[in-house]
């Protein structure tokens, strides 16, 4: 059975999107180095303000 591929303008405008491939990335550009301050620079003081946004309970969380 021979069958000839049909190419219709659906056809045509698939092919020219997704025919190929993209271009193959190198992990190097994946990638980013970046100086990290030490013991983790100003962001890492405590702040009893604002800690109530970070708790979690299973029992406040269920109203109980």
């Known amino acids: 059975m021979n ?3 049909t190419t ?3 056809a045509a ?5 997704y025919g190929r ?3 193959r990335i190198r992990f ?8 990290a301050a ?3 620079g100003a962001s890492a003081s405590y702040d009893p303000e ?8 299973l029992a406040l ?3 109980l």
């Open 3 to 5: 069958k000839k591929p």
């Open 8 to 10: 219709d303008a659906a």
């Open 13 to 17: 405008v698939r092919h020219a999107r």
């Open 21 to 23: 491939l993209p271009e």
């Open 28 to 35: 190097e550009d994946m990638t980013e180095e970046v100086e």
């Open 38 to 40: 030490p013991g983790g």
């Open 50 to 57: 604002g800690s109530w946004k970070f708790y979690s309970c």
């Open 61 to 63: 969380d269920l109203g």
